[in-house]
């Protein structure tokens, strides 16, 4: 830990778009942001509470299946994502309900934005769809941008 | 009273992997009771074939996400014993801490986000964050601790890249080690305040007993986890060469992953199983908690299973502490961080044998003179606990068939919980026979 400010990848990059988190973030870290943790959690759940206790700020990257075109961005307070209860898991933990609990703890209430992205697929496989691959360079804008700004 | 339950098999949850509980009971007789594994095979043995002997343990380190440094060491025993390669008292230390690091996490993970809530009366750990502040907090901790233990000796938490056969490509830092010296001599009152809320809570354990063999590995000078010879409750010791001839693994019908069986219908591995078999061995620590809840082997309460790992949890602070004195005090040997340990690979077999968080593991490999798999047999330990649930739940049932349908199923899931089933690993090959059809 070096810095205030994480960025967390979530997904499993051999489920196609569902690794489109860990693709930001890899571009990202090419970036070298002096003042950024460039975290992968993967699907590693419980590892996530960790995190909140560490940093002052949290911006989460992942499939977000939000109903948008393929590749489209958008940037939410999970705290504002109760409606979506059902359709927020597809790692097997819910991470909203873990940010939650661990804002609970320890007094630490982290700024958190999730930078979500439309998967097109997540099947079993390697590599984005096409039409995810090519928006990745505006989702990296779209991440830069919110990273300037909590 | 008689009356009748249908339990119809929804995945068994805050378990690794996807098993489920089917249970028929029509007027008071039990007429279906299965432990159905329905995960699909892996087929982590078929991929090893044809990989070289620097990246098999790469290969099987990703059995499991969660004892993937076991897996690992496995592994790598496997390997130096088919090709006669030494480690350095060093090395084998600090593969002991890396061990011992993540087998702290995940009994602390069992035992804290998985265990607990079954007895707190909550579906998930979530909603201990209200009611269980101070504790929960102490499981963070401690679990965060076992993965930084894991990642100072390896270099990740998950999936080592350090560990080599032969030794490590990279060693810790000392300050580093220091720092977690001192973390471990701190953690004393977190594990004292877990025993507090478990002493509470064990009353809500099931009063069950059914005794079992018990196997374990087994070691003349400590409790067995990274080295050992085989134990049975039943039988004494047995050479690990002969692990086969222990696990007798076998295919049942409801279930995609193997049984296995040896001098009874079934065995236990596992927190409870070592306790049974070598606790006098324990860290006073570990002894401390212990006594404490009354645990004198042999325990024959698989329900206490979460106790036993709660008295591990004390004695891998116990042996951290003292591996990081005496690697500290004795000094690295000097190597660059690349090292490459120098093996002329060999034709041979070997069989690899460690104590992980749920149980003994075997890891056995053929090679060929050029140092390729040739042939690879992994036997996980939920494979070997798959037989012993079932044959508890046929036990536990009829003790408990007058209750309501609910309270049935969540005694049934609590003791699959018991057992910290990783299921995923478990189902790693089967033997398919085609009958009545030439092909």
Redesign the interface.
């Known amino acids: 830990m070096t810095a205030e400010l994480a960025v967390v990848a979530l997904g499993n990059p051999y489920r196609r778009d569902d690794g489109v988190g860990p693709a930001l973030v890899d571009r990202l870290r090419d970036r070298e942001l002096p003042s950024v943790d460039c975290l992968d959690l993967g699907d590693a759940g419980f590892d996530l509470v960790h995190v909140v206790v560490d940093y002052e700020a949290i911006v989460i990257v992942d499939a977000v299946d939000f109903g948008g075109d393929p590749g489209e961005v958008v940037v939410f307070d999970p705290a504002d994502a109760d409606g979506t209860r059902d359709r927020r898991a597809s790692h097997g933990t819910d991470a909203f309900e873990l940010l939650a609990m661990a804002g609970r703890l320890k007094g630490t209430s982290p700024t958190v934005r999730v930078v979500g992205i439309q998967p097109a697929e997540t099947g079993f496989g390697e590599g984005l769809s096409p039409p995810v691959a090519d928006r990745i360079p505006g989702a990296i804008d779209a991440l830069e941008r919110v990273l300037s700004g909590v | 009273m008689s009356h009748s339950v249908d339990v119809e098999g929804d995945l068994v949850t805050r378990v690794e992997g996807h098993g489920s509980i089917v249970l028929n009971v029509t007027d008071g007789e039990l007429e279906t009771c299965e432990w159905q594994v329905v995960e699909s095979p892996r087929y982590f043995e078929s991929m090893l074939v044809g990989r070289s002997f620097r990246e098999a343990h790469h290969v099987t380190s990703r059995i499991c996400?969660i004892c993937s440094v076991s897996h690992t060491i496995a592994s790598l025993q496997a390997t130096e014993a088919a090709m006669g390669v030494a480690v350095s008292e060093q090395d084998r230390r600090l593969r002991k801490l890396a061990l011992y690091g993540e087998t702290l996490q995940s009994h602390v993970?069992h035992l804290g986000?998985l265990a607990l809530p079954d007895l707190v009366g909550e579906k998930s750990?979530?909603p201990l964050?209200?009611t269980h502040?101070d504790e929960?907090?102490t499981v963070?901790d401690l679990?965060?601790l076992g993965?930084d233990l894991t990642e100072v000796v390896t270099g990740r938490s998950?999936h080592a890249q350090r560990l080599l056969p032969g030794g490590f490509s990279q060693l810790p830092d000392e300050s580093e080690l220091e720092e977690l010296l001192d973390r471990l001599l701190n953690s004393w009152d977190a594990v004292a305040e877990l025993a507090d809320l478990l002493a509470v809570l064990a009353d809500e354990l099931p009063e069950f007993e059914r005794e079992t063999e018990y196997i374990s590995l087994t070691h003349p000078e400590e409790y067995a986890f990274a080295e050992g010879t085989i134990y049975s409750s039943d039988a004494g010791e047995i050479p690990v060469s002969e692990y086969r001839d222990v696990a007798n693994e076998y295919v049942v019908e409801h279930s995609t992953a193997k049984f296995a069986r040896h001098e009874r219908d079934s065995y236990m591995v596992g927190a409870l199983a070592r306790f049974n078999n070598n606790s006098e061995q324990l860290a006073p620590r570990a002894t401390e908690i212990a006594d404490r809840f009354g645990l004198d082997a042999p325990v024959h309460n698989p329900y206490f299973n979460n106790v036993a790992q709660l008295v591990e949890v004390a004695h891998l602070l116990a042996e951290s502490v003292r591996l990081i004195e005496a690697l500290l005090a004795d000094g690295f040997e000097a190597q660059s961080d690349y090292h490459v340990p120098e093996i002329e690979p060999t034709a041979g077999r070997g069989t690899g044998a460690i104590e992980v968080p749920r149980g003994v593991l075997f890891h056995e490999y053929d090679y060929d003179e050029a140092g390729k798999v040739t042939a690879a047999n992994c036997v996980i330990p939920t494979n070997q606990n798959h037989g012993n649930i079932q044959h508890d739940m046929e036990t536990l049932v009829p003790t408990i068939v007058d209750r309501d349908a609910e309270e049935i199923e969540h005694t049934l899931e609590m003791l699959v919980r018991a057992y910290d089933p990783c299921i995923s690993c478990s189902t790693h090959y089967l033997d398919v026979e085609f009958v009545g059809e030439e092909r």
Do not use: G, Q, S
């Open positions: 996400a993970l986000y750990v979530l964050a209200d502040p929960l907090e963070i679990h965060r993965n998950v």
